[in-house]
């Protein structure tokens, strides 16, 4: 067998040794240079102007050589492209990183290098007005001149170049493994979602239609299910519930599996801390009114609180059915109804203004007119149509 030989190693990676290598040498030249001085003290000045020379150099170097080496980013052409291939499919709101340093690094580039090239037959006396400026920060020696210029070459090309590659080699792979991230940290984002709404949902219908013998969730459990799941699923359970409700109030037998859309209605009251939906609180008002047990208070207080939210049901493209409902609450909690006598003032204001709401649409008047208690309540008040005048 052959002994295991180690791998090669790459030839970027040796060039960024030799570079290093380089620039180890060139730290090592500046305290050579400055041991010519005539005591320690010019010594230590020496050293130390010709390092911040060396330290500053490499550090506009690496500048350049970063700005120069970034890598470019396609996401706008791609967006395009991808826009292009999509045109029959739903578009989708899409968040690209920033590239504003990619178009700056561009933009400089182009400028360094035309600036560069028209003002190269200057950079003779540039060169020597900084030699003489930094050469007697060096020491003024004979040679200090040319080390100024050399030092501030080596560095600054050593800079450049280091910058460069670690850029070209390391930097583009950063930025995709942060991408990638990114994705991953979105798509982990969007399973917890689908999760919770699956949750939401499995929750209700196990609610809706359980099985035989099984204990039904908490108020509280199924406020806690709910309220994470999105607007879309607590839409989707909106109307899972409604249809629900409205298939089985009106028989006897359908009346169980109604009144199990009241905690529902509930959980989706509990989410909707904004209090923008009055649907749920008409469903929920509804859902009191027709159970087996009417809760008649309860019921009322909701369908004002539908009403109130919906605002003028003209204007709001609903039919007034809330308030057809909430007139036979009224109704039925009026104690002198229930004893066969008319109704006090305040009540009879009450109820007579619900009805003249309810009458002012025909399909809602039409179910008003056929209700039993709302006959038997204008046949004891003496009402014939709800006006307000009969207030």
Not at 57 to 74: N, Q
Not at 82 to 95: G, H, M, S, V, W
Not at 241 to 263: C, D, F, H, Y
């Amino acid at each position: 067998m052959h002994p295991k030989t180690p791998p090669d190693i790459p030839q970027s990676e040796r060039a960024m040794s030799v570079l290093a290598g380089s620039l180890v040498v060139g730290c090592l030249v500046i305290p050579l240079y400055a041991s010519q001085a005539s005591s320690l003290g010019q010594f230590a000045s020496v050293f130390g102007v010709a390092l911040v020379v060396a330290c500053s150099s490499l550090l506009i170097g690496g500048l350049l050589g970063f700005l120069f080496g970034i890598p470019r980013t396609l996401q706008q052409e791609a967006s395009q492209a991808t826009q292009q291939n999509r045109k029959d499919q739903p578009q989708e709101t899409n968040y690209a990183v920033n590239t504003n340093l990619e178009q700056i690094s561009d933009w400089l580039t182009k400028i360094l290098v035309g600036v560069g090239l028209t003002q190269v037959s200057t950079l003779p006396a540039a060169l020597r007005e900084y030699a003489d400026f930094v050469g007697t920060g060096l020491g003024n020696f004979l040679n200090s001149g040319v080390f100024s210029i050399a030092l501030l070459l080596f560095f600054l090309i050593n800079g450049f170049l280091i910058s460069y590659l670690w850029t070209r080699l390391h930097l583009a792979g950063a930025l995709r493994q942060a991408d990638a991230s990114s994705r991953l940290a979105a798509v982990e984002t969007k399973l917890d979602i689908i999760d919770i709404d699956a949750k939401a949902w499995s929750s209700v219908q196990r609610l809706l239609n359980p099985a035989p013998g099984s204990i039904p969730p908490s108020q509280e459990e199924i406020n806690a299910i709910i309220a994470p799941a999105t607007s879309n699923m607590k839409a989707q359970i909106f109307w899972a519930a409604q249809q629900v409700r409205s298939e089985n109030w009106q028989n006897l037998e359908g009346k169980p599996k109604m009144e199990r859309t009241i905690p529902i209605f509930r959980a989706l009251i509990a989410s909707d801390t904004e209090g923008v939906y009055h649907a749920n609180h008409g469903q929920l008002g509804f859902a009191l009114k027709d159970q087996r047990n009417p809760n008649w208070v309860e019921a009322q207080a909701e369908l004002t609180e539908a009403i109130k939210l919906r605002g003028n049901w003209q204007t709001s493209g609903w039919l007034p059915h809330y308030e057809f409902v909430r007139a036979i609450c009224r109704i039925n909690l009026d104690e002198a109804f229930k004893n066969g006598k008319q109704s006090d003032e305040k009540t009879r204001l009450a109820i007579n203004s619900d009805l003249e709401v309810a009458f002012s649409d025909s399909r809602v008047k039409e179910l008003a007119q056929n209700e039993p208690e709302i006959k038997k309540w204008m046949e004891l008040n003496g009402v014939t149509t709800p006006r307000r005048s009969a207030r």
